[in-house]
Structures are given as structure tokens and as C-alpha cells.
């Protein structure tokens, strides 16, 4: 079946760690995405790509980095830099701009809570 | 730049009885607008959308929305309330069909009793 596969689905750090959540997909998309979902506030975009190698900043990239060496992966790390790390993350796909078929919606995959102990 | 606000955080009906979720979007453009329902601790699920054509929209488990457009409006309803239905129900809109900058609203949290 295609779809997104979010790992782990839990995940604990201590304060001053890195950490990278993974996100994989066989939906043949181009464009992928990460957003935030704390309580009460929605979801908030942190970072997204169009296509393999170029990837861009959402409202909140500060503290994060990606990468999307492979059209089919785009981890996230949530680094020290991070303030307030705590939350559940959300990987999300598209079709790309270029495709004729797209219709706009976001395929999401079943999010990783991160918990900063 | 566009947005969606849902005005209730939560939404109380019986089972039986019909259910509605309000949204309201801000747009500069022509509107595309998206309903999800997210059950707990899992991702989202496309519901329904509008993107042209007839105001109403039907979708995934006999949910439907009318967009309005002189009222910014793309209100969730379903005709008979499930308990299953109880979930988090977000509203979404972006102003082009491939326009990375999707908005959501806050959600609104339904719960529909026996």
C-alpha cells in the first residue's frame, strides 16, 4: 500500500541532544513537508521541499534542519538549538507544482511525539 | 497571504443528530479549501475539498461541506452524528492548487455522545 512512514512513533531526549525523525514515501510525490502541532495552535510549517535537493523554510525552521538526497526521504533533526522541542511532528506529501493530476491536498503520515525529559 | 480561523475549539451533538463545524478563510485569490479529521495520536485524514465547481462538496464518510463565498465560508456538516465521528476536525486553505503555503486552522475538537 502507498503511504508515509513516520519513525519512531515516540521518541524521548534529553535536553542538549540532537535528534532525527525519519520520513518515507511511496507515493511517487515530489513536494514533502514538516509541520508542528502543539495544542490549541494548529499546525505550523517548518520546513518544505519541491523537489530532491532544494528544500525551504516554513514559519518556524529555527532549531531545525532537513535534508532530500532521495525524492522518496526527507528526515528532520530537532537540534539543541531548539527551544521548546516538545511536540508532535508531522510529515506530509504533495504532487509537485508541475504535476497536471495534482488536486492540493497533503497525504500525512502518523506523526512522531517527541518528548524533551 | 491567506488564513482560516475556526471559531469553536469544541463542538457537542448526540449521535443521530446533525453536526456542523464552522470555518472561515481569508484569501487574496481564488480559494482551495480542505477539511481533515485527525483521531488521537495519529496523522491527518483528507476529508473533502473544494476547488471549483459546485458549492457543495461531498466527501469521506457521508461528511460534506458548503463553500460560500460571499460569506468566506466552508462549513463542515454531516446529516446524522456517529460517535465514531468524535475526532479533531481542521479546516485548511491555500490560495493556488501547488502553493507550498497551506494554512490550517486551530481545530476544532468534536464529540458527538450516545
Known amino acids: 500500500d502507498g503511504g508515509i512512514t513516520q519513525s519512531p512513533k515516540y521518541l524521548f531526549r534529553k535536553e542538549g541532544q540532537n535528534v532525527t525523525l525519519s520520513c518515507e514515501q511511496n507515493?511517487?510525490?515530489?513536494?514533502m513537508y514538516w509541520y508542528r502541532q502543539d495544542p490549541g495552535q494548529g499546525l505550523r510549517l517548518i520546513y518544505y521541499s519541491q523537489i530532491v535537493n532544494d528544500f525551504q523554510k516554513g514559519d518556524i525552521a529555527e532549531g531545525y534542519s532537513v535534508s532530500r538526497e532521495k525524492k522518496e526521504s526527507f528526515p528532520l533533526t530537532v537540534t539543541s538549538a531548539q527551544k521548546n522541542p516538545t511536540a508532535f511532528y508531522l510529515c506530509a506529501s504533495s504532487m509537485g507544482a508541475w504535476d497536471r493530476a495534482a488536486t492540493g491536498e497533503l497525504f500525512f503520515g502518523e506523526g512522531s511525539r517527541l518528548t524533551v525529559l | 497571504a491567506q488564513s482560516v480561523a475556526q471559531p469553536e475549539d469544541q463542538v457537542n451533538v448526540a449521535e443521530g443528530n446533525p453536526l456542523t463545524v464552522k470555518c472561515t478563510y481569508s484569501?487574496?485569490?481564488?480559494?482551495?479549501l480542505f477539511w481533515y479529521v485527525q483521531y488521537p495520536n495519529r496523522g491527518l485524514q483528507f476529508l473533502l475539498k473544494y476547488i471549483t465547481g459546485d458549492n457543495l462538496v461531498k466527501g469521506s464518510y457521508g461528511f460534506e461541506a458548503e463553500f460560500n463565498k460571499s460569506q468566506t465560508s466552508f462549513h463542515l456538516k454531516k446529516p446524522s452524528a456517529l460517535v465514531s465521528d468524535s475526532a479533531l476536525y481542521f479546516c485548511a486553505v491555500r490560495d493556488r492548487i501547488y502553493n507550498n503555503d497551506m494554512r490550517f486552522g486551530a481545530g476544532t475538537r468534536l464529540t458527538v455522545k450516545p
Open positions: 484569501v487574496s485569490g481564488n480559494p482551495y
Open positions: 507515493l511517487n510525490h515530489d513536494a
